[in-house]
């Protein structure tokens, strides 16, 4: 008799996590190339991260991801963690290696670019200077994500002034803050604009950003996807620039961790997009 290929176990943990639509992206992709495994919810306390964690190999779990609150703390207990996540502060991927150990990896920044990349591949980050707005955990993978795809200058702005200087000041000279109130201003020349905030979401004031000094060739993206079209891409769409949602952000971010599980690098095929659009 033929072996039977090993079933195999991944999941996204948080608290709560029932919201997560990561169950339906890698599902996806494990009924596309006929995998032996599963893609589960993994609801954990705060409190029970650690033991859940030490959990994972004997359960035969590949690996899984992390979502809020436990992308920060879970790299406590972690057996090592890679370069980009330390860079990041974060870790929203796992991997069981055959050892049994943990390793921490993240892949936002990866998710980040390529859906730009995808979407408008004729766009370079090298072309001109970035600005983004944030400095909060996502903030800190599009600079990296930015930076090593060849962005020449980044311009961050942040309510928080210390905040955003602090991060600047961490990322080398590349980067430089700009106090809020010259937020608009900061747009001059720019070849793209990304939101990391939380401002424009669902039941969350609109971003307060005049676009007019934007150039209309520079790309607007916002990292949000609930709704699609933010207040933002909206304005963005009337100035004349081309938009990006975050729901390419949230599929490719995914591609990376699902090849470290299951072997395969997966692709975000038309069909994996309609039923991630229709989920929404």
């Not at 709560?16 to 993994?42: D, F, K, M, T």
């Not at 899984?64 to 870790?91: F, Y």
């Not at 430089?176 to 401002?199: C, D, K, M, S, Y």
Request: glycine content about 8%.
């Amino acid at each position: 008799m033929a072996d039977t290929p090993a079933y195999k176990l991944a999941g996204v943990m948080g608290w709560p996590v029932a919201h997560s639509r990561s169950p339906l992206i890698h599902n996806h992709w494990i009924a596309e190339y006929g995998l032996a495994g599963a893609y589960v919810l993994l609801p954990v306390q705060p409190s029970q991260l650690e033991t859940a964690l030490r959990g994972l190999p004997a359960l035969g779990f590949a690996g899984c991801n992390l979502t809020i609150p436990h992308k920060v703390e879970v790299m406590r207990w972690l057996d090592s963690v890679d370069a980009q996540a330390r860079r990041i502060g974060a870790v929203n991927t796992i991997v069981v290696a055959p050892d049994g150990s943990l390793q921490g990896r993240n892949t936002d920044a990866f998710g980040f670019i390529e859906s730009l990349h995808q979407e408008h591949p004729q766009w370079r980050a090298s072309t001109g200077p970035a600005c983004v707005i944030g400095a909060g955990g996502a903030a800190r993978a599009i600079l990296c994500a930015l930076l090593d795809d060849g962005a020449p200058s980044i311009r961050l702005c942040n309510r928080s002034a210390a905040k955003a200087q602090d991060m600047a000041q961490e990322f080398g000279p590349r980067v430089q803050a700009v106090p809020w109130e010259e937020r608009h201003g900061a747009l001059e020349g720019a070849n793209v604009l990304v939101n990391t905030t939380n401002q424009g979401m669902h039941g969350q004031q609109a971003l307060d950003l005049v676009l007019d000094a934007l150039p209309v060739s520079a790309l607007v993206a916002d990292i949000i996807y609930v709704p699609l079209e933010t207040p933002l891409l909206a304005s963005a769409k009337a100035h004349g620039n081309p938009t990006i949602h975050g729901l390419g952000m949230l599929l490719h971010q995914a591609r990376p961790a699902f090849e470290a599980w299951f072997g395969v690098r997966p692709e975000v095929s038309p069909a994996l997009m309609h039923k991630a659009l229709a989920s929404l």
